[in-house]
């Protein structure tokens, strides 16, 4: 087996690993919220945050994984100026898409820091 065919199967693995990824992030977000939904635990509206959190979360690691495998598919096969410029365009679309999943999960954007809870005061002895 050649270099390019190993890294071909490696890219191959890595896609398929971030297509599970979204699946399964996908159909345990759903099973959480319906067990939400049937047990009435926490309402309506924080099972829908939740399942959408899940949902978001699962869809960026498989964003991830879909961007490593494009990476080494492009650059350790075929390293040409018109399939890096192809995978520049991929990674700019793919990485547009998880600063956005980012903001709707998290209400921020992913280089600002997150708001610190301000530390307990100890209470005083009376």
Known sequence: MSFQESMELVGEA???????AIVIGTVV???????DLMGRRGGERDT?????Q??????LLGLELLVAADIIKTVAIT?????VGVL????????????????????RWPWQKEH???????????
């Open 14 to 20: 890595v896609d398929v690993a971030g297509v599970v």
């Open 88 to 107: 520049a365009l991929i990674v700019l679309v793919r990485t547009f898409l998880s600063w956005s999943l980012e903001l709707e999960i998290s209400g």
């Open 29 to 35: 977000a759903s099973l959480l919220a319906a067990r």
């Open 54 to 59: 899940r949902l978001g979360r699962s869809i």
């Open 48 to 52: 829908y945050e939740s399942y959408r």
């Open 79 to 83: 390293p040409t100026f018109e399939s």
């Open 116 to 126: 610190e809870k301000p530390a307990p005061r100890p209470e005083r002895a009376v």
